[in-house]
Nanobody, 124 residues
Framework: QVQLVESGGDLVQPGGSLRLSCAAS????????MGWYRQAPGKQRELVAT???????NYVDSVKGRFTISRDNAKNTVYLQMNSLKPEDTAVYYC??????????????????WGQGTQVTVSS
């Protein structure tokens, strides 16, 4: 019912920058929070950054000062600006959204929705 599509992943040199985007579509009523997660090979998926509809943000310590999460509520889109990228940032980055959507004429559902992921590779 609700789809999240990430884009912007690429191969970039250490110290470079990338901007990821994630657009939510469907019968969306509201999105409370959106976030970015990442998973490197052989590692657990970890929370990178979150942002609420009111603009409150949180970051994992390893990206503080380098990454910035933002959102455009009108477009149901969340962004992750990544600067000063390091090889250890290499991972598949996934978008997540806490979405309330219309499932019927008088029916609503609230779900945590995931995108398909976008690959970020930091290497020379």
């Amino acid at each position: 019912q609700v789809q999240l599509v990430e884009s912007g992943g690429d191969l970039v040199q250490p110290g470079g920058s990338l901007r990821l985007s994630c657009a939510a579509s469907g019968r969306i009523f509201s999105i409370f929070a959106m976030g970015w997660y990442r998973q490197a090979p052989g590692k657990q998926r970890e929370l990178v950054a979150t942002i609420t509809s009111g603009g409150n943000t949180n970051y994992v310590d390893s990206v503080k000062g380098r990454f910035t999460i933002s959102r455009d509520n009108a477009k149901n889109t969340v962004y992750l600006q990544m600067n000063s990228l390091k090889p250890e940032d290499t991972a598949v980055y996934y978008c997540n959204a806490d979405v309330t959507y219309r499932s019927g004429t008088y029916s609503f559902k609230r779900d945590s929705c995931w995108g398909q992921g976008t690959q970020v590779t930091v290497s020379s």
